[in-house]
């Protein structure tokens, strides 16, 4: 994710008519802060020296004045060897990115390929990129395209209603607000198999999203203890620790190690 976040970086700035030249130390503070909130959760690596070097990888993309090469141990480059570098989005790409319209198409590109849509909005606005992105419909990757098949099964196995709060309301025979959830986000490599789904009320849904909430091997409601606001107690301190509703097959029931991915790298711990 943290390559994903440089290159929306480098992007935004070209996309608001910023020089294609980016020296590591003007751009390093934003980065690691961009790191912080949307890289993933738990982790120790926040350094934005990373994915500065290491996206020269792709360089029809990213040309680096620094290469692994030029680092003394190229799988652990120090801050102090990228001071005073610069970098560049690759050329052809910045004249692809001279269009409105395919500068949108990249940016929902890589939204949609690394972050679900909770985060979306969050990442253009820290981004000053909300007014400069069209809103336009993009395709996405085979990897993204939402199996119905996965939807029907997960709302059949949790009776369309929401496994935590049991939200289930309906507009005639139409069922509203009620999500087929991944709890291994697809971004992150999860799967549309049962085992990685779970039905939600758009609330929960969102909130496990951003890992304000998640679920523990004994099926039980965490709650993030940097959540607040109001009614707190309402919607979400209510349900802490208290088991979720889980489907009577229990080949169907969330498997235990999309949990542990979960708690590991999406929820955010106190």
Known sequence: MHKPLLLLLAVSKVIKGGENLFLFDDIEEELKLLIAKYGLKNTKVTNAQYPFVYLASSPALWQCSVSRKDIKIPDAVSRREVLGKTAQLNEDFTHY???PANASAVVRYLLDAYWPEAYHQDILSDLDLSNKVEEMQVL???TL???RSFVLEVLDAYERKCAICGYSIRLGDILIGIDACHLKPIQHFGDDHISNG???CKLHHWALDRGAIS???EYEVMVSQKLNGFRLDDFFVSY???PIHV???SAKQICNENIKYH???VFVKG
Do not use: T, V
Request: without cysteine; charged residues 40%.
């Open 240 to 242: 802490e620790r208290k």
């Open 145 to 147: 395209a939402r199996d």
């Open 97 to 99: 990115l001279s269009l």
């Open 198 to 200: 779970l039905a939600l």
């Open 263 to 265: 708690n590991r790298y």
């Open 247 to 249: 489907p009577r097959n």
């Open 215 to 217: 679920i523990n091997s």
């Open 140 to 142: 996405r990757s085979r």
